[in-house]
């Protein structure tokens, strides 16, 4: 079992930044593959970032590309994702999310940031 509690959303205007983060608690966070998706009002909760267990192999969505990095610490048990050159069609409630292996879905889930990006 592993506990994610995210933090480091809020209201930054477009073409700003923002890094939210993800900290994890319970079974040993570098056991884990790591996650970031988006969900905005009236849509699907949409994949955004993957890094695997080391951190050294990251993996995004299109929309993001060049714009969001993802990292972690895993002294800190801590996933990052910043969060650069935001764009109005960026703000969404960001959640993290904790899978074992690539062959499993996604078993943990955080309660969510909101990012509001203004225009």
């Known amino acids: 079992q592993v506990r994610l509690v995210e933090s480091g959303g809020g209201l930054v205007q477009a073409g700003g930044s923002l890094r939210p983060s993800c900290a994890a608690s319970g079974r040993t966070f570098s056991s884990y593959i790591m996650g970031w998706f988006r969900q905005a009002p009236g849509k699907e909760r949409d994949f955004v970032a993957t890094?695997?267990?080391?951190?050294?192999?990251?993996y995004y969505t299109d929309s993001v590309k060049g714009r969001f990095t993802i990292s972690r610490d895993n002294a800190k048990n801590t996933v990052y994702l910043q969060m650069n050159s935001l764009k109005p069609e960026d703000a969404a409630v960001y959640y993290c999310?904790?899978?074992?292996?690539?062959?499993?879905?996604?078993?943990?889930w955080g309660q969510g940031t909101q990012i509001t990006v203004s225009s």
């Open positions: 999310a904790a899978r074992v292996d690539y062959s499993y879905g996604y078993n943990y």
């Open positions: 890094i695997n267990w080391s951190g050294g192999n990251t």
